[in-house]
C-alpha cells in the first residue's frame, strides 16, 4: 500500500493511453466474440451439402407419390380454407429440392446438375398443377375462400419471405448436422406448395387472374429461394467444378455466370415492381382514410383504384365544388407512390333537393307497405279472436255439463260391479279435425291384474257399456 502510495501520479498522456489501450482490449473482445457468435465457416460441411442437394433433386418414385399426395392435400385445405390441413402439406411437399439445386448447381458451375434440377422442377410444377386442376374440377366446392385468394395477389412480403427462407435453408442444409426444424419452418414460411394449387383451381374455375397471379407467385418464391442458394454458397466458398478441358471450363463458367444473371435480372425487376405496387397500395389508402373518409362533408359513393392503369377514379354523391376537386388533387400529390396517378372525380349533378325528394318517395311507398301489411295482420287477429270466443263459449257449456254428472256414484257402483277395477278416471277432452271442435267424453280405468290384450279389451268394453247407459251418453272412449 505505501508503494502504491508513494508512485508519482500519471500524466494525462499516460492516462489516455491506458484509457486508449483499454478501450482497443474492449473492442477487440466485441469483436471476436461477434466473429464467433455469426461465422458459419468453421460448421460448414461442404461437400455432404453438395451430396444432399443432389440427393433432393431426382423426382420418381416414392417422390413422385408424395408430391400428389401434397397436392391433394393442400388443395383439400384451400378448399374448405383449412390453415392447419395446407400447413401439412407444405411440410411433405418436396417442391424445395430442384430449386436449391438449380441455385447451388449455378453457384459451383455443375451444368450437369443444373441440366438434372430444371427438368425435375419442370415435372414437378406440371405434374403439380395437373393434379391441382383435376382435383378442383371434380370438387363440389368452387367458391374462393380466403386461402385461395390470398396465394392470387403477391406483395412485397412474399418476396422478403422468399429471400430470407431461402437463405434459412442453405444456411441449414449446409451446418454440420441436421436441423430439420429448420428446414420444415422454411417449407412452411415459404409456401411454394399452395401457389401452385392456386393455378390449378384458377384453370380449373377458368379465371386468367387467378392462375396467372398464381403463378406469378411461385416465381417469386421459386426465383429468390434460388437466388439465395447461389449468394450463400459463393460466400461460403463452396468447391468449384473443375474440367480437365480448359475451354470446356471457361465455357461453363461463362454459362454459369449468364444463368446466374439471368436468374438475378428478374429477381432484381419482380422486388422492384412488387414493392412499387405496395408502396402505391398503402398510400392509396392513406390517402382515402385521410383526404376523404375523414371529410365530413364528403359523401363517397364509389372508389376505383387501377394501379395498372394508374388511375384513381372517384363518385361522389351530390355535385363535388371546384375547390374540393382541388384540394383532393393537391392532396394526392403528397404521397411519393400515387403523385402521378390520374385523378378523376364526378359527382351526382341532382341537386340536393331533388335527392331528397326521391328519396322521400321511397321511405312513403315503404311506409305505404308497411301499412297495408300493418292492416292485413290486424284482420287476421280480430279473425282469430272471434273464434276464440266461439271456442271459448263451447267449452264453457260442456263444463256446465260435466258439473251434472254424479260422477261419484257411478265410480262406486263400478267398484261393485267389476272387483278387479283399482281405480276409474274420467274427462272430457276437446278434439279438432282443423274443421269443427269436438267434446270427446273418456274414462281411464286402471285394473289390479294385468290379463291377456284380448281379455283387457273385453272387460275394457264391458265397462264402456255399462258406463254409457248409466251416464245416458251416446259416445264413450276408453283410454
Known sequence: MEENQNQPPKSPDEMAESVKRDAQGLFASISAFLSELLDIRSQTDRDRTVEDVKSDIPFKGHTAWILVFSIFVA??????????????????????????????????????????????????VGLSVFAATFYFLISPLTELTPELEARTVPTVLDVLVAIFGGLALIVAKSK????????????????????????????????????????????????????????????????????????????????????????????IYTFYITLNESNANRDWKAFKINAIDNNESLDLRKPFYNYDNKTIRLYFNG??????????????????????????????????????????????????????????????????????????????????????????????????????????????????NFLKVDTVKTIFPQWKFKVADSLNQVRNDRLRKWITREMKVDTLAVQ
Open 176 to 267: 454440420k448436422g441436421t436441423m430439420p426444424n429448420a428446414i420444415a419452418g422454411v417449407a412452411i414460411a415459404t409456401a411454394l406448395m399452395p401457389p401452385l394449387c392456386t393455378v390449378g383451381y384458377g384453370i380449373a374455375v377458368w379465371e386468367p387472374s387467378f392462375f396467372l397471379g398464381a403463378l406469378y407467385l411461385f416465381s417469386i418464391n421459386a426465383i429468390f429461394i434460388a437466388l439465395s442458394t447461389f449468394i450463400v454458397a459463393k460466400l461460403l466458398r463452396f468447391p468449384m467444378i473443375r474440367y480437365a478441358n480448359s475451354a470446356k471450363r471457361r465455357r461453363i463458367a461463362r454459362l454459369a455466370t449468364f444463368l446466374a444473371v439471368i436468374v438475378v435480372i428478374p429477381a
Open 75 to 124: 388443395s383439400i385445405g384451400l378448399n374448405v380454407s383449412s390453415t392447419a390441413v395446407v400447413i401439412g402439406a407444405m411440410l411433405i411437399s418436396p417442391l424445395m429440392g430442384p430449386i436449391v439445386g438449380i441455385g447451388l448447381s449455378i453457384a459451383i458451375n455443375d451444368i450437369d446438375t443444373l441440366k438434372r434440377s430444371l427438368v425435375n422442377l419442370g415435372v414437378m
Open 319 to 432: 355535385e363535388v365544388p371546384e375547390a374540393v376537386v382541388t384540394y383532393l388533387k393537391n392532396e394526392m400529390k403528397r404521397y411519393e407512390h400515387i403523385k402521378d396517378f390520374e385523378l378523376s372525380i364526378s359527382g351526382n349533378k341532382a341537386n340536393s333537393v331533388e335527392q331528397l325528394s326521391k328519396i322521400n318517395d321511397r321511405y312513403l311507398e315503404e311506409l305505404n307497405r308497411i301499412e297495408n301489411e300493418n292492416d292485413r295482420l290486424l284482420d287476421e287477429v280480430e279473425d282469430l279472436n272471434i273464434q276464440i270466443a266461439g271456442l271459448q263459449t263451447e267449452l264453457n257449456e260442456v263444463r256446465k255439463e260435466g258439473t251434472a254428472i254424479n260422477y261419484a256414484s257411478i265410480a262406486k257402483d263400478a267398484k261393485i260391479r267389476f272387483p278387479d277395477l283399482a281405480q276409474l278416471g274420467y274427462a272430457e277432452i276437446l278434439q279438432s
